[in-house]
């Protein structure tokens, strides 16, 4: 969904589980997943190998047919808007993208947490069979009857997906170690290059064969790849320990300033993140952006994304996260107000769409890094999954309420949906400066 929804959207923010500061001993874990050993008895890592990498393979298709579809919402919402759900509103239509971004970051520490319990056995086979049966009653839904597209796109895929996409990170961890960064930034790029291929497909194929094929083209395409990541992902760590409440969430960590600071920050960023990733497109056809050019913005956007999933955490694993994360959320939110703000012709518009999609992207990847290097490693994942928590609730009602700015399709409209968009993640951004600031104040200082 093009939130990503989508994020970045993104829940693309469990990506760098693993690159926070202990990779290279092999600490940090992905969301809501205990892969800590018994010092007594520490895990061998292939690191490479055949075997590895095919799992690395499984996870980047499991990915990019599931996040990737996501990212692709924004078509979703084009299409809704102006020819099959017509009489609801712009906000109810983005509440069906942002049920499944709730979904996926929602139950992602509880997934995680089976995970580490029962292996991949049977909730990779049934995620998949979920997501594939949810996008086939999305081409069965009819004109105007919006209750079936909640239930099916909304409700259903996003339960689908967030049962497939935990456990493809998670199984990162049990075959990388030294290359884990680079690694899961591989399996992150799925979901960018999904974001890029999906919605060229399906506004390439709803003129020709209509939208109920269109989707069912795609639904088959996300058949053939989860197949194949449900062949290919093995967990290699044996399953250890019960489901606790304890291992999933972790309230004890809010008395740490920069933990909570951390989560009020995330919370007003991922609020407005997602917006252009839904209303982009809309706004490039109100300014007459020509269709055979604004058709593939989305693409774009999602295309930079994934430059933006690996190379920013590199130069984290050398700077820290935090120095990283900043200035990328504060220019995220000045392309918004100085660039996407003022746009008016295709060329400024195209030039946002990139930059929005790099840098965006970085911000999202980048806040699972700082919990990691702040937090013990046994307490990772519950303190991951209490602030994705926080992140579920603000996907879910962020892009509605941005929704809500636009009642009619207007120039005064826009605008206050734009300053929404760029004020909310200036003040997300601003939040985290304070907590950058009691580590040191010192610019050079490694956080």
Known sequence: MSTKTSSDSTREGSVRT??????????????????????EHPPEFP??????????????????????????????????????????????????????????????????????VHGSRVIMPLGSAISVLAMMMVSLGQHNQVWQFF????????????????????????????????????VASGSSLGGVIYPIMLQELIPRIGFGWAVRVAAFSMMLCLLVACLTLRPRLPPRGRIRLSDIVDLEGFRDPRYALCGVGAFLIFYALFTPYFYLEIYADFRGVPKHISKYLLAILNAFGIVARIIP??????????????????????????????????????????LYGLFSGAAISLIPAYIASISPPEKYGARFGSIYMLV????????????????????????????????????????????????????????
């Open 18 to 39: 693993a690159v926070g500061e202990d990779v290279e001993k092999g600490k940090a874990t992905p969301p809501g997943s205990h892969l800590e050993h018994s010092s």
């Open 47 to 116: 690191d490479g190998g055949a075997h590895a990498w095919t799992v690395v393979l499984g996870a980047y298709l499991a990915l990019f047919s599931t996040f990737g579809v996501i990212n692709s919402y924004g078509v979703f919402q084009d299409y809704y808007q102006t020819t099959l759900l017509v009489h609801s509103s712009p906000s109810t239509i983005s509440l069906i993208g942002a049920l499944q971004l709730f979904l996926l970051y929602g139950l992602g520490p509880v997934i995680g947490r089976i995970f580490d």
């Open 151 to 186: 239930l099916s796109q909304g409700l259903l895929f996003g339960i689908g997906i967030a049962l497939v996409f935990t456990p493809a990170l998670a199984v990162i961890g049990h075959w990388f170690r030294r290359n884990r960064a680079f690694a899961i930034g591989i």
């Open 313 to 354: 955490g590199k130069m984290a694993d050398r700077m820290g996260p935090m120095n990283i994360l900043l200035p990328c959320t504060f220019i995220s939110g000045a392309l918004c107000l100085c660039l996407w703000l003022p746009a008016k012709g295709e060329v400024p518009i195209i030039v946002f769409t990139a």
């Open 392 to 447: 579920a609730i603000s996907t879910l009602v962020g892009t509605p309420t941005a929704g809500a700015f636009l009642p009619t399709l207007s120039q005064p409209h826009f605008r206050s949906l734009i300053l929404f968009t760029g004020l909310l993640t200036l003040s997300g951004g601003s939040v985290l400066f304070i907590a950058r600031s009691l580590h040191s104040r010192r610019v050079m200082f490694k956080v």
